[in-house]
């Protein structure tokens, strides 16, 4: 069983940075692809940005490239978002997920096995 717990979120203004942490409770956390997902009100559930299982490989949506940097720290079952440049269209409940597996595939289509219940970002302009 995973269980993933997402925090770091709240009330910024525009340009500025964020940090979200996301901790798993799971035996082997290295042996997971994870990453980051957004839905914003009235919207469906869109990607931000993938990680493999040691961190060598990210991924992320052409909306926050540049801007956002996911990593993870194994030792500490640790997943991070690092957020900045913050724009009011980055509002949204950001969520933490785990793929089933070391494929980072599945996670950047939108497939991943378990997921984090959420926090609130909101960006002010």
């Known amino acids: 069983q995973v269980q993933l717990v997402e925090s770091g979120g709240g009330l910024v203004q525009a340009g500025g940075s964020l940090r979200l942490s996301c901790a798993a409770s799971?035996?082997?956390?290295?042996?997971?692809?994870m990453g980051w997902f957004r839905q914003a009100p009235g919207k469906e559930r869109e990607f931000v940005a993938a990680?493999?299982?040691?961190?060598?490989?990210?991924h992320y949506a052409d909306s926050v490239k540049g801007r956002f940097t996911i990593s993870r720290d194994n030792a500490k079952n640790t997943l991070y978002l690092q957020m900045n440049s913050l724009k009011p269209e980055d509002t949204a409940v950001y969520y933490c997920?785990?793929?089933?597996?070391?494929?980072?595939?599945?996670?950047?289509?939108?497939?991943?096995?378990?997921w984090g219940r959420g926090t609130q970002v909101t960006v002010s302009s």
């Open positions: 799971v035996r082997t956390f290295s042996s997971y692809a």
């Open positions: 997920a785990c793929a089933r597996d070391r494929d980072l595939r599945t996670v950047v289509a939108g497939t991943p096995g378990y």
């Open positions: 990680i493999s299982w040691g961190g060598a490989s990210t």
